[in-house]
């Protein structure tokens, strides 16, 4: 299910809150665990309900190794059930999101003709999966107690967070949910968590997917690119990306806030970054968290000189770059990251005086390499840099400006074909720039938590945030999935 859908919208989320918190005032919460699970798995099975069977199973495996760590504490039967886990945990990601991917570089590499029919990637798997991972090793360490089923179970399947993170720890979920204060709503909290989910709403529906439009149409026509249309869509990726996660990430805490449970922050503003190491303390906050405590410091951190900490470093961002997905675009776009990471170790003094030129040199490269995080295969990122760095000037923008047909502009472009038709083509320009523009001065302007600090309660935050909310409604018109949603 959506968070962007009308169904979700004025019946899941509604109903849930209802259940949630009407059945809180029973003396026994478990019945409101019970229910939220429940919700949770309905949430998550609407569009396959065949994905509940790879849910239920992770989760009923890692609890099983949780229960033997709490009868054999400590020692190697430990370690092994530890171990086994480890390898249950990573053996049902790669069959699911790699196996594929591997029996095609087999044939490749070694010419062999093995075939198997495409395995479908359940929803959320490289997130749930990683936050039982987490929970087992910190089981293991002794940093984590052995839950009732019930509760750890809502912590795994937390409908806001299962799908698209954040990746979320044991203690920032459970104490909030075994709390007796927490079982009453909050009017704050449910005013505020509202808030910033129309906020993300607005993100995604009127911003992420218009600029989807015309990334969506001209990664299909590369060939056909100009210089000055690919560097436009590779910016227009760029920041389709940016307001597609920053809108699942609102609304994700929001709705967390709604249900009193204050979730993670996992997204600041991290095309503000002044550096790349700035930009992965900013950007999937809980992923680079998970990939520093377990596995970065578990190789030895920058403990061991700096030789072994350029190594670990390149190792992470390999990692991270698979974790992305099962190509090898996304294996080169995590290792120039990771060399890049590397390059500011060696030479931490290399940066302009001022942070201006810092930034708009890390947003170039990240903006370059995730041109080739989009791309389908390494031959059509290639193509991709010919144009932007020799595809001269043809004119190809005004044809991509033209793509970006929405209802919006629907009276103004008829009236325009019957009274000025000449106009159409500056008249497209000047949209697609201003829609470049706004981008821009909204990455500049406050965080959502912070514009409903200080203007949610004013009467214009409150109509800003009804004409918001209602415009993003009429705007629900189709499927518009979250780009991470495929990772």
Aim: hydrophobic fraction near 50%.
């Amino acid at each position: 299910m959506l968070f962007n859908s009308v169904l979700f919208i004025m019946v899941f989320l509604p109903l849930t809150l209802l259940g949630w918190f009407g059945l809180q005032r029973l003396e026994n919460p478990r019945y409101a665990k019970l229910f939220l699970f429940g919700m949770s798995l309905w949430f998550y099975g609407y569009y396959n309900p065949w994905y509940l069977l790879v849910l239920l199973g992770s989760l009923g495996i890692n609890y099983i190794c949780s229960l033997l760590l709490q009868k054999y504490d400590g020692g190697r039967i430990a370690g092994c059930i530890l171990a086994a886990g480890l390898i249950l945990n990573v053996g049902l990601l790669f069959y699911f999101k790699y196996f594929n991917f591997f029996l095609d570089n087999c044939n490749f590499f070694f010419h062999t003709d093995w075939h198997l029919e495409k395995i479908a990637l359940p929803l959320g798997i490289s997130f749930f999966t990683f936050q039982q991972i987490s929970f087992l090793v910190d089981r293991y360490q002794k940093q984590a107690p052995h839950y009732s089923f019930m509760d750890y179970a809502c912590f795994i399947t937390f409908f806001p967070q299962l799908i698209a993170g954040p990746i979320v720890l044991h203690n920032e979920f459970i104490p909030t949910l075994q709390a007796r204060q927490n079982r009453r709503p909050d009017a704050a909290n449910m005013l505020n968590g509202f808030s910033l989910f129309i906020l993300g709403l607005g993100k995604k529906v009127l911003l992420a997917d218009v600029l989807a439009i015309i990334v969506n149409a001209e990664y299909g026509n590369i060939a056909y690119l100009d210089a000055p249309s690919a560097w436009l869509t590779i910016i227009f990726y760029m920041l389709e990306l940016y307001f597609d996660f920053s809108g699942y990430c609102d609304m994700a805490r929001g709705i967390g806030r709604m249900f009193g449970f204050p979730l993670p922050e996992n997204f600041d503003s991290p095309l503000r970054a002044v550096s790349v190491a700035d930009f992965w303390r900013r950007w999937h906050m809980t992923l680079s968290r998970f990939l520093s405590n377990y596995i970065y410091i578990p190789l030895g951190g920058n403990r061991k000189g700096t030789a072994i900490k350029c190594r670990n470093i390149l190792i992470v961002f390999a990692v991270s770059g698979l974790w992305h997905g099962a190509n090898w675009t996304f294996v080169v776009w995590g290792l120039l990251h990771g060399l890049a990471r590397v390059f500011e170790t060696l030479f931490p003094k290399f940066r302009f005086r001022r942070d201006f030129f810092n930034r708009l040199a890390t947003f170039l490269f990240v903006t370059l390499t995730f041109g080739i995080f989009r791309s389908d295969s390494l031959q059509q990122a290639w193509l991709l840099f010919t144009k932007l760095f020799a595809g001269g000037n043809n004119g190809f923008i005004v044809g991509l400006c033209n793509t970006l047909q929405i209802t919006e502009l629907y009276a103004v472009r008829k009236a325009l074909e019957l009274a000025f038709p000449t106009l159409l083509n500056p008249f497209y320009v000047l949209c697609t720039f201003g829609l470049l523009i706004l981008s821009i001065a909204l990455i500049r302007g406050p965080k959502a938590e912070q514009w409903i600090s200080r203007r949610g309660r004013t009467s214009l935050g409150i109509f800003v945030l009804a004409t918001l909310f209602t415009w993003s409604l009429i705007s629900l018109s189709k499927v518009s999935t979250f780009l991470y949603f495929n990772f």
